[in-house]
Protein backbone atom coordinates (compact mmCIF):
# COMPACT_ATOMS: atom_id res chain seq x y z
CA UNK A 1 0.00 0.00 0.00
CA UNK A 2 0.98 3.42 -0.78
CA UNK A 3 1.78 5.74 2.56
CA UNK A 4 0.98 9.38 2.78
CA UNK A 5 3.65 12.06 2.49
CA UNK A 6 4.62 13.61 5.56
CA UNK A 7 6.09 17.67 5.67
CA UNK A 8 9.59 16.19 6.02
CA UNK A 9 9.38 14.25 2.65
CA UNK A 10 7.55 16.89 0.81
CA UNK A 11 10.13 19.28 1.62
CA UNK A 12 13.12 16.96 0.43
CA UNK A 13 11.18 16.80 -2.66
CA UNK A 14 10.48 20.17 -3.55
CA UNK A 15 14.29 21.23 -2.69
CA UNK A 16 15.14 18.23 -5.20
CA UNK A 17 12.36 19.91 -7.64
CA UNK A 18 14.43 23.07 -7.21
CA UNK A 19 17.89 22.07 -7.87
CA UNK A 20 16.90 19.64 -10.74
CA UNK A 21 15.49 23.25 -12.06
CA UNK A 22 19.08 24.70 -11.63
CA UNK A 23 20.73 22.40 -13.16
CA UNK A 24 18.43 21.47 -15.96
CA UNK A 25 17.81 25.56 -16.99
CA UNK A 26 20.74 27.57 -15.08
CA UNK A 27 21.68 30.16 -15.03
CA UNK A 28 17.77 31.00 -13.94
CA UNK A 29 16.06 33.52 -11.60
CA UNK A 30 14.06 32.83 -8.42
CA UNK A 31 10.93 34.22 -10.46
CA UNK A 32 11.64 32.21 -13.19
CA UNK A 33 11.69 29.11 -10.85
CA UNK A 34 8.88 29.73 -9.21
CA UNK A 35 6.79 29.83 -12.83
CA UNK A 36 8.43 26.83 -14.02
CA UNK A 37 8.18 24.29 -10.64
CA UNK A 38 4.85 25.76 -9.79
CA UNK A 39 6.03 26.33 -6.03
CA UNK A 40 5.42 29.94 -4.15
CA UNK A 41 7.96 32.61 -4.36
CA UNK A 42 8.43 32.18 -0.49
CA UNK A 43 9.00 28.15 -1.12
CA UNK A 44 11.32 28.79 -3.85
CA UNK A 45 13.17 31.75 -2.14
CA UNK A 46 13.63 29.38 1.04
CA UNK A 47 14.90 26.51 -0.98
CA UNK A 48 17.57 28.24 -2.79
CA UNK A 49 18.60 30.17 0.71
CA UNK A 50 19.68 26.62 2.07
CA UNK A 51 20.99 25.33 -1.49
CA UNK A 52 23.30 28.95 -1.07
CA UNK A 53 24.27 27.86 2.61
CA UNK A 54 24.76 24.16 1.36
CA UNK A 55 27.64 25.03 -1.69
CA UNK A 56 25.16 23.70 -3.50
CA UNK A 57 24.17 26.46 -5.72
CA UNK A 58 25.53 30.06 -6.41
CA UNK A 59 24.90 33.66 -7.49
CA UNK A 60 26.01 33.69 -11.00
CA UNK A 61 25.69 37.51 -12.04
CA UNK A 62 22.35 39.61 -13.42
CA UNK A 63 19.79 38.65 -15.82
CA UNK A 64 19.08 41.00 -18.56
CA UNK A 65 17.26 44.21 -17.90
CA UNK A 66 13.18 43.67 -18.99
CA UNK A 67 12.23 47.45 -17.34
CA UNK A 68 12.72 46.67 -13.58
CA UNK A 69 15.15 45.66 -11.60
CA UNK A 70 17.49 42.92 -13.11
CA UNK A 71 16.94 39.33 -11.60
CA UNK A 72 19.96 37.64 -9.80
CA UNK A 73 20.66 34.49 -11.92
CA UNK A 74 21.32 31.37 -10.49
CA UNK A 75 23.62 27.88 -11.22
CA UNK A 76 25.03 25.30 -9.99
CA UNK A 77 27.98 24.81 -7.84
CA UNK A 78 29.57 22.01 -10.15
CA UNK A 79 32.68 21.59 -8.00
CA UNK A 80 30.30 21.04 -4.48
CA UNK A 81 30.08 17.68 -4.87
CA UNK A 82 32.00 14.46 -6.75
CA UNK A 83 30.44 11.03 -6.97
CA UNK A 84 32.50 7.94 -8.14
CA UNK A 85 31.25 5.87 -10.67
CA UNK A 86 32.72 2.25 -11.28
CA UNK A 87 31.74 -0.68 -14.19
CA UNK A 88 32.60 -4.49 -13.78
CA UNK A 89 32.73 -6.09 -16.94
CA UNK A 90 34.69 -9.41 -17.76
CA UNK A 91 37.94 -7.82 -18.79
CA UNK A 92 38.30 -5.55 -16.08
CA UNK A 93 37.08 -2.33 -14.27
CA UNK A 94 36.37 1.32 -15.20
CA UNK A 95 36.29 4.42 -12.94
CA UNK A 96 35.02 7.84 -13.36
CA UNK A 97 34.62 10.79 -10.80
CA UNK A 98 31.75 13.10 -12.19
CA UNK A 99 30.89 16.84 -10.78
CA UNK A 100 27.71 18.24 -9.55
CA UNK A 101 27.11 18.95 -13.24
CA UNK A 102 27.64 15.76 -14.35
CA UNK A 103 31.17 16.28 -16.22
CA UNK A 104 33.75 13.48 -16.05
CA UNK A 105 36.88 15.03 -13.85
CA UNK A 106 38.90 11.86 -14.05
CA UNK A 107 38.67 8.30 -15.38
CA UNK A 108 40.74 4.81 -15.08
CA UNK A 109 40.95 1.69 -16.74
CA UNK A 110 42.52 -1.62 -15.02
CA UNK A 111 42.95 -4.89 -16.13
CA UNK A 112 42.04 -7.67 -13.16
CA UNK A 113 44.25 -10.38 -13.39
CA UNK A 114 42.06 -11.93 -10.46
CA UNK A 115 38.28 -13.54 -10.88
CA UNK A 116 38.02 -13.68 -7.73
CA UNK A 117 35.15 -11.18 -6.13
CA UNK A 118 36.73 -10.92 -2.60
CA UNK A 119 39.94 -9.67 -4.47
CA UNK A 120 38.34 -7.74 -6.99
CA UNK A 121 36.21 -5.77 -4.64
CA UNK A 122 39.68 -4.71 -2.61
CA UNK A 123 41.33 -3.84 -6.27
CA UNK A 124 38.40 -1.88 -6.33
CA UNK A 125 38.78 0.33 -2.82
CA UNK A 126 42.24 0.62 -3.32
CA UNK A 127 41.64 2.31 -7.48
CA UNK A 128 38.83 4.58 -6.06
CA UNK A 129 41.10 5.92 -3.54
CA UNK A 130 43.76 6.14 -6.02
CA UNK A 131 41.98 7.92 -8.49
CA UNK A 132 40.51 10.11 -5.76
CA UNK A 133 43.87 11.38 -5.07
CA UNK A 134 45.16 12.30 -8.74
CA UNK A 135 41.93 14.12 -8.74
CA UNK A 136 43.11 16.38 -5.75
CA UNK A 137 39.10 15.48 -4.31
CA UNK A 138 38.46 15.85 -0.77
CA UNK A 139 36.58 12.32 -0.41
CA UNK A 140 34.49 14.88 2.33
CA UNK A 141 33.07 15.93 -1.12
CA UNK A 142 32.10 12.68 -2.28
CA UNK A 143 28.41 11.62 -2.00
CA UNK A 144 28.86 8.15 -2.32
CA UNK A 145 30.20 5.36 -5.22
CA UNK A 146 27.62 4.17 -7.85
CA UNK A 147 28.62 0.33 -9.36
CA UNK A 148 26.90 -0.90 -12.59
CA UNK A 149 27.61 -4.78 -13.09
CA UNK A 150 25.92 -7.11 -15.24
CA UNK A 151 22.92 -8.70 -13.99
CA UNK A 152 20.60 -10.10 -12.24
CA UNK A 153 20.92 -8.20 -9.12
CA UNK A 154 19.09 -8.39 -5.88
CA UNK A 155 18.98 -3.80 -5.92
CA UNK A 156 17.51 -4.23 -2.30
CA UNK A 157 20.25 -5.90 -0.45
CA UNK A 158 23.61 -4.82 -2.82
CA UNK A 159 24.40 -7.98 -3.97
CA UNK A 160 25.40 -9.59 -7.38
CA UNK A 161 23.33 -12.88 -7.88
CA UNK A 162 24.43 -14.91 -10.85
CA UNK A 163 25.63 -12.81 -13.72
CA UNK A 164 25.82 -15.22 -16.89
CA UNK A 165 28.86 -14.48 -17.68
CA UNK A 166 30.68 -14.09 -14.54
CA UNK A 167 30.75 -17.10 -12.99
CA UNK A 168 32.68 -16.77 -9.66
CA UNK A 169 30.14 -14.27 -8.88
CA UNK A 170 27.53 -15.91 -7.19
CA UNK A 171 25.04 -13.87 -4.06
CA UNK A 172 28.16 -11.19 -3.52
CA UNK A 173 27.58 -8.49 -1.30
CA UNK A 174 29.07 -6.34 -3.23
CA UNK A 175 27.22 -3.14 -1.74
CA UNK A 176 28.27 -4.02 2.02
CA UNK A 177 32.05 -4.92 1.32
CA UNK A 178 32.74 -2.27 -0.80
CA UNK A 179 31.23 0.26 1.67
CA UNK A 180 33.25 -1.17 4.48
CA UNK A 181 36.46 -1.10 2.69
CA UNK A 182 35.80 2.85 1.24
CA UNK A 183 33.73 3.93 4.25
CA UNK A 184 31.53 5.48 1.59
CA UNK A 185 27.64 5.14 0.51
CA UNK A 186 27.51 2.61 -1.99
CA UNK A 187 24.88 1.65 -4.43
CA UNK A 188 24.74 -1.03 -7.07
CA UNK A 189 22.74 -1.35 -10.75
CA UNK A 190 22.52 -3.51 -13.28
CA UNK A 191 24.84 -1.94 -16.52
CA UNK A 192 21.42 -0.70 -18.33
CA UNK A 193 19.82 1.16 -15.65
CA UNK A 194 23.25 2.74 -14.76
CA UNK A 195 22.95 3.82 -18.80
CA UNK A 196 19.65 5.22 -18.43
CA UNK A 197 20.20 7.77 -15.61
CA UNK A 198 23.51 8.51 -16.67
CA UNK A 199 21.53 9.63 -20.01
CA UNK A 200 18.86 11.58 -18.16
CA UNK A 201 21.45 13.14 -16.31
CA UNK A 202 24.10 14.13 -18.80
CA UNK A 203 23.06 12.52 -21.96
CA UNK A 204 20.89 12.67 -25.00
CA UNK A 205 17.72 12.00 -22.75
CA UNK A 206 17.52 15.34 -19.70
CA UNK A 207 13.68 16.59 -21.25
CA UNK A 208 12.48 13.22 -22.01
CA UNK A 209 10.08 11.34 -19.13
CA UNK A 210 9.55 8.22 -21.03
CA UNK A 211 12.48 6.58 -22.60
CA UNK A 212 14.56 3.45 -22.42
CA UNK A 213 18.44 2.99 -23.47
CA UNK A 214 19.75 -0.18 -25.06
CA UNK A 215 22.81 -1.73 -23.30
CA UNK A 216 24.83 -4.12 -25.60
CA UNK A 217 28.02 -5.67 -24.41
CA UNK A 218 28.09 -8.98 -24.44
CA UNK A 219 24.52 -9.44 -23.74
CA UNK A 220 21.49 -6.79 -24.49
CA UNK A 221 19.93 -5.39 -21.36
CA UNK A 222 17.72 -1.78 -21.24
CA UNK A 223 17.07 0.78 -18.46
CA UNK A 224 13.76 2.27 -18.50
CA UNK A 225 12.31 5.88 -17.66
CA UNK A 226 8.77 6.13 -16.97
CA UNK A 227 6.71 9.51 -15.82
CA UNK A 228 10.31 10.89 -15.70
CA UNK A 229 11.53 7.97 -12.56
CA UNK A 230 14.03 4.94 -13.00
CA UNK A 231 11.57 2.09 -13.22
CA UNK A 232 13.13 -1.05 -11.91
CA UNK A 233 10.13 -3.57 -11.55
CA UNK A 234 9.81 -5.88 -8.39
CA UNK A 235 12.79 -7.21 -8.45
CA UNK A 236 15.09 -4.63 -9.92
CA UNK A 237 15.65 -6.84 -12.43
CA UNK A 238 13.33 -4.61 -15.53
CA UNK A 239 14.30 -4.64 -19.05
CA UNK A 240 15.41 -7.87 -19.98
CA UNK A 241 15.20 -7.04 -23.78
CA UNK A 242 18.04 -9.69 -24.64
CA UNK A 243 15.55 -12.72 -23.91
CA UNK A 244 12.09 -11.74 -25.30
CA UNK A 245 11.19 -14.47 -27.39
CA UNK A 246 11.25 -13.70 -31.15
CA UNK A 247 10.80 -17.64 -32.12
CA UNK A 248 8.87 -19.93 -29.23
CA UNK A 249 10.67 -23.09 -31.34
CA UNK A 250 13.87 -21.17 -31.18
CA UNK A 251 17.47 -22.60 -29.70
CA UNK A 252 17.22 -23.03 -25.78
CA UNK A 253 19.24 -19.82 -24.29
CA UNK A 254 20.56 -20.07 -20.64
CA UNK A 255 17.98 -17.98 -19.37
CA UNK A 256 15.32 -20.96 -20.01
CA UNK A 257 13.75 -19.13 -22.49
CA UNK A 258 13.68 -19.96 -26.64
CA UNK A 259 14.60 -18.06 -28.98
CA UNK A 260 15.88 -14.96 -27.18
CA UNK A 261 16.75 -11.80 -28.95
CA UNK A 262 20.11 -12.57 -27.61
CA UNK A 263 20.15 -15.27 -29.22
CA UNK A 264 19.99 -13.59 -33.09
CA UNK A 265 21.55 -10.11 -32.27
CA UNK A 266 24.28 -9.61 -29.70
CA UNK A 267 27.70 -10.11 -30.10
CA UNK A 268 28.36 -13.95 -29.66
CA UNK A 269 25.61 -14.56 -32.16
CA UNK A 270 27.06 -12.68 -34.90
CA UNK A 271 30.56 -13.69 -34.24
CA UNK A 272 29.47 -17.28 -34.46
CA UNK A 273 27.36 -16.45 -37.41
CA UNK A 274 30.37 -14.84 -38.93
CA UNK A 275 32.39 -18.25 -38.33
CA UNK A 276 29.55 -20.26 -39.77
CA UNK A 277 29.24 -18.22 -43.01
CA UNK A 278 30.77 -19.94 -46.31
CA UNK A 279 33.27 -18.41 -47.04
CA UNK A 280 33.60 -17.15 -43.43
CA UNK A 281 33.23 -13.52 -43.04
CA UNK A 282 36.72 -11.85 -42.62
CA UNK A 283 38.90 -15.20 -42.92
CA UNK A 284 41.12 -16.06 -40.66
CA UNK A 285 40.57 -12.26 -38.92
CA UNK A 286 38.48 -14.19 -36.69
CA UNK A 287 39.71 -16.33 -33.56
CA UNK A 288 36.56 -18.16 -32.69
CA UNK A 289 37.95 -18.10 -28.81
CA UNK A 290 34.49 -17.20 -26.87
CA UNK A 291 37.45 -15.20 -24.77
CA UNK A 292 37.65 -13.54 -27.77
CA UNK A 293 34.24 -12.47 -28.94
CA UNK A 294 34.79 -8.79 -28.46
CA UNK A 295 37.49 -8.82 -30.22
CA UNK A 296 36.17 -10.75 -32.82
CA UNK A 297 33.01 -8.57 -32.94
CA UNK A 298 35.20 -5.23 -32.76
CA UNK A 299 36.59 -6.60 -35.96
CA UNK A 300 33.18 -7.57 -37.58
CA UNK A 301 32.01 -4.16 -36.72
CA UNK A 302 34.83 -2.58 -38.13
CA UNK A 303 34.42 -4.34 -41.62
CA UNK A 304 30.91 -3.32 -41.70
CA UNK A 305 31.78 0.55 -40.93
CA UNK A 306 34.42 -0.05 -44.01
CA UNK A 307 31.64 -1.11 -45.99
CA UNK A 308 32.72 -4.37 -45.77
CA UNK A 309 29.74 -6.51 -47.50
CA UNK A 310 29.96 -9.90 -45.65
CA UNK A 311 29.79 -7.55 -41.95
CA UNK A 312 27.71 -5.26 -43.04
CA UNK A 313 24.80 -8.00 -44.06
CA UNK A 314 25.66 -9.50 -40.23
CA UNK A 315 25.43 -6.14 -38.34
CA UNK A 316 22.08 -5.58 -40.16
CA UNK A 317 20.81 -8.54 -39.24
CA UNK A 318 21.64 -8.56 -35.44
CA UNK A 319 20.32 -4.85 -36.64
CA UNK A 320 16.58 -6.49 -37.72
CA UNK A 321 16.40 -8.62 -34.59
CA UNK A 322 17.14 -6.25 -32.07
CA UNK A 323 14.48 -3.82 -33.22
CA UNK A 324 12.03 -6.34 -33.38
CA UNK A 325 12.14 -6.61 -29.70
CA UNK A 326 12.39 -2.94 -29.21
CA UNK A 327 9.47 -3.44 -31.16
CA UNK A 328 8.02 -5.20 -28.12
CA UNK A 329 9.18 -3.55 -25.26
CA UNK A 330 8.14 -0.52 -27.08
CA UNK A 331 4.31 -1.30 -27.76
CA UNK A 332 4.31 -2.23 -24.05
CA UNK A 333 5.92 0.99 -22.61
CA UNK A 334 4.59 3.42 -25.03
CA UNK A 335 8.04 5.11 -24.06
CA UNK A 336 9.03 8.04 -26.90
CA UNK A 337 12.74 7.81 -26.84
CA UNK A 338 15.42 4.65 -27.76
CA UNK A 339 18.76 5.44 -26.80
CA UNK A 340 21.81 2.63 -27.80
CA UNK A 341 24.35 2.77 -26.11
CA UNK A 342 27.21 0.85 -25.14
CA UNK A 343 31.09 -0.29 -26.40
CA UNK A 344 28.85 -2.65 -29.03
CA UNK A 345 27.77 -0.12 -30.96
CA UNK A 346 30.51 1.55 -31.64
CA UNK A 347 30.92 2.81 -35.19
CA UNK A 348 27.83 0.94 -36.28
CA UNK A 349 25.25 2.79 -34.41
CA UNK A 350 23.90 4.78 -37.72
CA UNK A 351 22.74 0.61 -38.89
CA UNK A 352 20.57 0.05 -35.82
CA UNK A 353 19.16 2.89 -35.17
CA UNK A 354 18.07 3.04 -38.58
CA UNK A 355 16.57 -0.69 -37.85
CA UNK A 356 14.94 0.41 -35.30
CA UNK A 357 13.47 3.81 -36.48
CA UNK A 358 12.28 1.83 -39.71
CA UNK A 359 10.36 -0.56 -37.43
CA UNK A 360 8.87 1.69 -35.19
CA UNK A 361 7.41 3.81 -37.63
CA UNK A 362 5.91 1.21 -39.72
CA UNK A 363 5.22 -1.67 -37.15
CA UNK A 364 4.95 0.39 -33.46
CA UNK A 365 0.95 0.63 -32.31
CA UNK A 366 1.17 4.11 -31.93
CA UNK A 367 3.25 5.44 -34.27
CA UNK A 368 0.44 7.88 -36.08
CA UNK A 369 0.26 8.93 -31.72
CA UNK A 370 3.78 10.72 -31.81
CA UNK A 371 7.29 10.87 -33.83
CA UNK A 372 9.17 7.84 -32.22
CA UNK A 373 12.93 7.85 -32.70
CA UNK A 374 16.00 6.09 -31.75
CA UNK A 375 19.36 7.98 -31.36
CA UNK A 376 22.85 7.32 -30.33
CA UNK A 377 24.36 7.76 -27.29
CA UNK A 378 26.70 11.18 -26.71
CA UNK A 379 28.37 9.76 -23.72
CA UNK A 380 30.73 7.09 -25.23
CA UNK A 381 31.71 3.93 -24.60
CA UNK A 382 31.83 4.34 -21.02
CA UNK A 383 28.56 5.06 -20.38
CA UNK A 384 27.50 2.84 -17.99
CA UNK A 385 30.30 3.63 -15.41
CA UNK A 386 29.29 7.46 -15.87
CA UNK A 387 26.00 5.90 -15.41
CA UNK A 388 26.81 4.39 -12.32
CA UNK A 389 28.33 8.05 -10.79
CA UNK A 390 25.08 9.59 -12.15
CA UNK A 391 22.84 7.08 -9.82
CA UNK A 392 24.48 8.40 -7.15
CA UNK A 393 23.76 11.80 -7.85
CA UNK A 394 20.23 11.23 -9.08
CA UNK A 395 19.45 9.42 -5.59
CA UNK A 396 20.80 12.17 -3.29
CA UNK A 397 19.58 15.36 -5.58
CA UNK A 398 16.59 14.40 -8.19
CA UNK A 399 13.08 14.76 -6.70
CA UNK A 400 11.49 11.57 -5.34
CA UNK A 401 8.70 11.57 -3.24
CA UNK A 402 8.74 7.92 -3.14
CA UNK A 403 11.61 5.27 -3.63
CA UNK A 404 14.79 5.06 -1.95
CA UNK A 405 17.27 7.50 -1.41
CA UNK A 406 21.09 6.67 -1.15
CA UNK A 407 21.73 3.71 1.44
CA UNK A 408 24.35 5.03 3.63
CA UNK A 409 25.41 1.47 4.31
CA UNK A 410 29.34 2.42 5.64
Not at 47 to 68: F, W
Not at 134 to 146: F, L, Q, T
Not at 297 to 321: C, D, K, M, Y
Amino acid sequence: MRGGANLPLIGTYNRGVVLESIRSNGPISRVELTTLTGLTAPTVSNIVRRLIDDGLVVEAGQGRSTGGKRRTLLTLNPTARYALGVRIDLQGTTLVVIDLAGRVVVRARHREASTDPGEIIANIAGHASGILDSARIDKAAVVGVGVAAPGPIDHERGVILDPPNMTHWHDVALRGELAAALNLPVMIDNDATAAAVGEHWIGCATTARDFASIYMETGIGAGVFLDGRVYRGATSNVGELGHISLNVNGDWCFCGNRGCVELYSAPPAVVAAALAARPKVLGSALSGDAADVHTDFAAIRTAAAAGEPGAVRLIEGSARHLAAGVLTMVNLLDVELIVLCGPAFAGVGHLYTAAIEDILTTRAFARRGRPLSAVMSPIGEHVSAIGAAALVLHSEFAPQMLGSRLAAEV
